[in-house]
Nanobody
């Protein structure tokens, strides 16, 4: 069974940093675009960032540009999200995602992780 497993969530003060990681269970994902979405309580799931399978192309939501950086591991089956200058409004469950093409919205994404909670206190 194909799995995406996230790690690295937790509690951090505003202005702090966290690094999320996601590991895919199959080498197939080395040729998939991977990325992150988030969902805050009572809100819809929203796009955060994505990276092509080569790592050469990235997309970011305007709300995180300049603060978050997405990257892929050497084996291409891992993706990380470095989150700096965190704000209370970044509090959400963060989901790893993968698809055959680079994405910028939740509809059409084929694979999802179970999520990891990020809480930013003010």
């Amino acid at each position: 069974q194909v799995q995406l497993v996230e790690s690295g969530g937790g509690l951090v003060q505003a202005g702090g940093s966290l690094r999320l990681s996601c590991t895919a269970s199959e080498r197939t994902f080395s040729r998939y675009a991977m990325g992150w979405f988030r969902q805050a309580p009572g809100k819809e799931r929203e796009f955060v960032a994505a990276i092509s399978w080569t790592g050469g192309t990235t997309n970011y939501a305007d709300s995180v540009k300049g603060r978050f950086t997405i990257s892929r591991g050497y084996a291409k089956t891992t993706v990380s999200l470095q989150m700096n200058s965190l704000k209370p409004e970044d509090t959400a469950v963060y989901y790893c995602a993968a698809d055959t093409s680079l994405f910028g919205k939740a509809s059409g994404v084929d694979y999802w992780g179970k999520g990891t909670l990020v809480t930013v206190s003010s």
